[in-house]
């Protein structure tokens, strides 16, 4: 939480959208070189290599003709609670602006003064809705998805979530043939942020992020940033431009790399006045405020000059030149009968038991109604398995199919399948009919079972990892542990984007009918906040056992803050546990471990605080005390000195309450079924009562049972 009060904290002076732009790509960028400092080297050698690129292309001009007009093929993924709101009038607006703006078309382009006129640039750069899928479907160029009621995205990681399926956003198409723009609601009052290729960004986060109300010039758009200018602006940043103050904070120290830009303090907001002066250019004619790479509202935005233009072409023609050749604007040519497997969606990764069944997506991409397609598979390179599909799938239309069962060892598999004879005709484009998979069978454990992640190998052997951010998630350290050489952990001090989800999960343990299991472990953890702090939300550590390959889970231990810490006083370097700042903790798995063979998920839940380190994991089984397995109820220890544990085999689904009485027949205290606990277990306490004879009176929804119990000193 403290990296949203520190971005407060660096723009107060600009609270609110509605009356001062905000952009979050230098600040996501900065964010992303603290979390990874490796990543600065790689933007300054790709800032170096822009210059020199520029400079060539200043020179290439002089000598050259006029650079080639090139068509860049857009997706716009309009990621709202309501994605009707951004209608595709107002997509087709912003398009309109964009190519009249990057072409120097734009007809405010005449309000640039005089004295910049000859500076004003023309990249020479159109755009389109894609008129073609990466699949060579036909497509509007726009994709809907629907997200949960009032959600926001943080510009934290370039609003990394709006830009996956998996956490409630859309899957870029492919970087290398499309522009992919995606259209939400951010969070911070900011109207967008970019992520450049080349700054060290994963390629299928590449692209930019507008607030939906600054997008286009009609429908959901708001006022003040109604032009379109925003779009224009982040697309800016794509293509390698700065801010024209060189975000400095208001020196000036740094430019923004571009040679006919006025050098400039800091940025402009509203619509001032020509000539603006300021403390880095102090005399006429001023600062560049209506260049798009500015903060002045909309209507104020007029030009690229020639030098951002030959930045942007460079990085055109040198870093995203596979733009320059895709077809993702020419409308694709359909087939009659055309059969295609999407993908295969089960298996994949670790499978939890030797049975597979493959379930794949069948599309059709044929102008004709699917009716009949033959599908195989194959697993490495085994015998062919077939199966004769038979159904009414309309043109441009999927359906999952379920194919023939079969089984396997232990073992790394790859498994292929693909279509043929749809309709009984020859497949007209045999290039999407095939999909693959790999997935993996590893070998069970039994109990005990040990894990000091003592070995180089991360996960240990049968292990898995859950990462759905592709972020940060479970490591192994050396050098760090209990007692030992490594231990596994989160680097939560550098998570920067809250409730993240990472699983570190176990092989698929047999218990082998265990009369009951339990959980051991060690843990280390710290906070960057005050640990008295009222209302903070804090990581989180679990215990989840599943039964089912992590279909669903139970959890078992939920720790946070001063419960789980073992450093009692904040940190704000990363934490690193001493000797004393471990702690041994256990859970009990009886109950899941009498449903038959199971795994254990370690589950960190990132809320930017500190570290958490886990080792030596041990679970164990103990045996059941020979009274409690035959009668399915326990009273102990009786006699008793004060405390009284009743200890079931299983649960009665029929049990009320449990009551004591003593021998005159007076109620004494009594507990309710649903406060049995960890171990099957409701505890009594009698150490303030007279010795004597007393009675546990268990009561069932139609019957009851008495057990005498004595009190003894």
């Known amino acids: 939480m403290r990296h949203y009060f520190l971005a407060l904290v660096t723009f107060f002076y600009c609270t609110t959208a509605i009356a001062q732009r905000k952009c979050g790509t230098a600040e996501a960028l900065q964010q992303r070189v603290k979390e990874i400092p490796s990543l600065q080297k790689i933007i300054t050698d790709n800032e170096a290599r822009m210059m020199l690129g520029q400079q060539r292309q200043q020179l290439r001009a002089r000598v050259e003709a006029i650079p080639q007009t090139v068509t860049i093929p857009v997706v716009v993924h309009i990621v709202l609670d309501n994605p009707a709101l951004v209608t595709d009038a107002q997509v087709a607006t912003q398009i309109d602006v964009l190519n009249r703006d990057y072409n120097a078309l734009n007809p405010d382009i005449s309000q640039v003064p005089s004295v910049w006129q000859s500076l004003i640039g023309n990249s020479r750069i159109n755009f389109c809705l894609a008129q073609r899928t990466p699949g060579d479907e036909p497509t509007s160029g726009i994709i809907r998805v629907q997200t949960a009621a009032g959600q926001s995205f943080s510009i934290s990681n370039a609003a990394a979530d709006a830009k996956y399926n998996s956490a409630g956003g859309s899957d870029a198409w492919d970087h290398s043939k499309y522009l992919n723009i995606w259209v939400t609601r951010l969070s911070g009052n900011y109207l967008g942020v970019a992520a450049p290729p080349g700054t060290g960004y994963p390629v299928e986060q590449e692209g930019v992020v507008v607030q939906y109300t600054a997008f286009g010039t009609t429908g959901s758009v708001g006022a003040t940033y109604n032009l379109g200018r925003t779009t224009t602006h982040e697309i800016g940043h794509y293509f390698g431009l700065k801010h024209v103050w060189g975000d400095d904070n208001g020196t000036c120290d740094i430019d923004d790399g571009i040679t006919d830009t006025p050098l400039q303090g800091d940025n402009t907001y509203g619509c001032p006045t020509f000539p603006r002066l300021d403390n880095c250019t102090r005399t006429a004619p001023g600062i560049m405020f209506m260049n798009y790479m500015d903060y002045t509202d909309d209507a104020c935005m007029h030009l690229f000059t020639t030098g951002q233009v030959d930045r942007m072409r460079y990085v055109l023609e040198n870093i995203t030149a596979s733009l320059i050749n895709s077809n993702g604007c020419v409308p694709p040519s359909m087939a009659d009968n055309d059969a295609s497997l999407l993908s295969i969606n089960t298996p994949g990764g670790k499978i939890c038991d030797n049975h597979i069944t493959p379930v794949v997506t069948l599309r059709n991409r044929g102008a004709n109604t699917l009716t009949t397609v033959k599908i195989w598979y194959q697993v490495n390179s085994g015998a062919l398995t077939a199966y004769d599909w038979t159904g009414s799938l309309a043109s441009l239309q999927q359906t999952t199919v379920t194919l023939p069962s079969s089984s396997v060892v232990i073992g790394n598999y790859n498994l292929k399948a693909y279509t043929q004879s749809p309709n009984g005709q020859p ?287």
């Open 427 to 713: 497949d007209g484009n045999i290039t999407n009919d095939t999909a693959n998979t790999r997935f993996r069978y590893d070998a069970e454990a039994i109990l005990p079972f040990e894990e000091g992640f003592e070995d180089d190998s991360f996960p240990p052997p049968g292990w898995d990892l859950y990462n759905p951010d592709h972020s940060f998630t479970w490591e192994r350290i050396r050098n760090v542990g209990r007692n030992s050489s490594a231990s596994a952990l989160v680097r939560n001090l550098g998570y920067n984007t809250n409730d993240q989800t990472d699983d570190l999960i176990t092989p698929v343990i047999d218990p082998l009918g265990a009369d009951s299991v339990f959980l051991f472990f060690d843990v280390a953890a710290a906070v960057y906040t005050d640990p008295a702090t009222s209302g903070n939300v804090w990581d989180t550590l679990q215990v989840l056992v599943t039964n089912d390959c992590r279909q669903t889970g139970q959890v078992l231990y939920s720790k946070w803050g001063r419960d789980l810490i073992t450093r009692p006083t904040a940190i704000q370097t990363e934490f690193t546990p001493t000797a004393a700042e471990w702690r041994r903790d256990s859970v009990d798995l009886t109950a899941i471990s009498h449903k038959g063979k199971f795994q254990v998920a370690f589950r960190n839940i990132s809320n930017s605080e500190n570290n958490i380190y886990i080792d030596n994991i041990n679970i164990v089984t103990r045996p059941v005390n020979q009274i409690l397995r035959e009668k399915g109820i326990m009273v102990n220890p009786n006699p008793t000195d004060g405390i009284v544990w009743v200890t079931f085999l299983e649960v009665p689904e029929d049990l009320l309450q449990v009551s004591i009485y003593n021998v005159q027949g007076q109620f004494i205290m009594s507990r309710p079924a649903a406060a049995i606990g960890a171990g099957n277990r409701l505890t009594f306490n009698l150490v303030n009562e007279p010795n004597g004879v007393y009675f546990v009176k268990l009561i069932y929804r139609n019957r009851a049972n008495t057990i005498k119990l004595m009190k003894v000193r």
